[in-house]
């Protein structure tokens, strides 16, 4: 199934400037500094996650099919492009897409793991542009009467094969895809601009709060079913593999038994550090937390410390909470610390050369990021305190 199939002859040409990870299919993140520098990602800084190649698709010949497996709907429908467009009402939602292999580079120095070794940049933030997913699936057939209980909706796209699998998909449940108050998306466009191919154009699903690999890029078809998608990508891939395991052989009969990620843990990430012009031994930083998206709790406060020796809260000072929209979005923060009042804490870590700064996210239920996270094989959804270094 997949990989040896996968042409890219065919390839989009890419934007310039992200730090490209893998070639082909096409891996590629912005530097953290760049990216905490603007509430809604511009595409230029947009990461690039794909298992398959990139092609340009023809909306005038789009459509997308909506089925059921075991009649649960009477029939399926065809829903050409055009009239996904026209036939139901516009929607917009701001939500950051973010990949559950974000700072993997990270929980590799723990010990190695298994995937495309990202840095912190795997996480945008847009404004999607389309029409709600719950619309389409009342106009399939689906009422509220319906009781959703274990019920499913798969997200396939056939336009290639992936490197694992004869197609890419996923699911989600269905109680998530039909309430008004998930907000998913069949989507068009993305920060008021139509979708470029490397995004999903001329469509993606948008499951706010859920981690990427769910939001189907170039979808076509969208099925209700009784258990979750059986592709690989959701069986045998983005799962918190338990620590005990470490290879391949022994993941092999586990997979089974552990839950997909749907959302992220709240995280939060330092995206650069700088002297503040003019004013000698004062540093500031900036950077991005996010909540823990299943609930779509929002960030309260973001911390940071310099070298704390313990938990104790007296070590950390708040930082300024500069953006947040919603209940889907980062938060992005920044903060002005004096090395000339932190004297004492540089000096139990040995100099003034170098100097470790942390941070950490704490969420409107006072759920706060914790200082470690325990390593797993694949190295998805690490959350550590966010962490960087201050060279003079
Ligand atoms: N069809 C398709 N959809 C996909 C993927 C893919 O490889 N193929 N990658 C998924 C993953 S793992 C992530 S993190 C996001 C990345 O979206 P982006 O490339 O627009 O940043 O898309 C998701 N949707
Ligand atoms: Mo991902």
């Known amino acids: 199934m997949g990989g040896q199939d ?4 065919h390839e989009v040409p890419h934007v310039d400037g992200l730090i490209v990870r893998a070639v ?16 809604y990602t511009p595409e230029e800084l947009i990461y690039c996650r794909n298992h398959s190649p990139v092609y340009e698709l023809d909306e005038d010949t ?19 492009y055009k009239d996904l467009k026209n036939d139901f009402p516009y929607a917009e939602v701001v939500a950051a897409l973010q990949c ?5 580079k990270e929980m590799g120095e723990i010990k190695p793991v298994r995937g495309v070794t990202w840095d912190c940049g795997v996480i945008a933030n847009c404004c999607w542009g389309g029409v709600r997913l719950r619309d389409v699936l009342l106009r399939a057939g689906i009422d509220d009467s319906w009781s959703m209980e274990g019920l499913h909706v798969w997200f396939a796209s056939h336009v290639s094969v992936c490197q694992d699998d004869s197609y890419y998909g996923g699911s989600i449940p269905l109680s998530k ?3 008004p108050e998930g907000d998913v998306l069949l989507a068009f466009d993305m920060n008021s ?19 990427g690999v769910r939001w189907v890029k170039w979808a076509d078809r969208i099925t209700i079913a009784r258990d979750e998608s059986p592709n690989f990508y959701q069986q045998r891939d983005y799962k918190i593999l338990p620590p005990s395991c470490e290879t391949v052989e022994q993941a092999a009969p586990l997979w089974r038994t552990v839950p997909a990620i749907d959302a992220l843990p709240i995280n939060s990430v330092i995206g650069s550090i700088n002297e503040v012009p ?55 923060w920044d903060c002005v610390l004096d090395l000339n009042e932190a004297k004492e804490s540089i000096e139990r870590i040995g100099g003034k050369n ?26 998805v959804a690490f959350n550590a305190y966010g962490k960087a270094i201050w060279r003079r």
């Open 6 to 9: 996968m042409v890219f002859s």
């Open 24 to 39: 082909q299919p096409f891996n590629a993140e912005p530097p953290p500094s760049a990216l905490v520098e603007f509430k």
């Open 62 to 80: 789009y459509t997308v099919t909506i089925d059921s497996v075991d009649g649960m709907l009477p029939k399926s429908i065809e829903i050409k």
């Open 100 to 104: 559950a292999g974000n700072r993997r």
């Open 177 to 179: 895809a039909i309430d």
């Open 193 to 211: 601009q139509s979708l470029s191919p490397d995004h999903g154009y001329p469509l993606r699903i948008v499951v706010p709060g859920y981690t």
């Open 278 to 332: 003019g004013e000698e031994g004062k540093i500031r930083l900036k950077g991005y937390a996010m909540g823990h998206g299943g609930p779509g709790r929002q960030i309260a406060r973001v911390q940071v410390a310099i070298a704390p020796s313990d938990d104790s809260d007296e070590q950390w000072a708040d930082a300024n909470i500069t953006y947040q929209e919603g209940k889907w979005s980062w938060t992005l």
């Open 354 to 379: 170098e100097v470790t700064v942390f941070c950490r996210a704490i969420d409107e239920s006072e759920v706060v990021q914790k200082k470690e996270c325990a390593w797993n094989m694949r190295g």
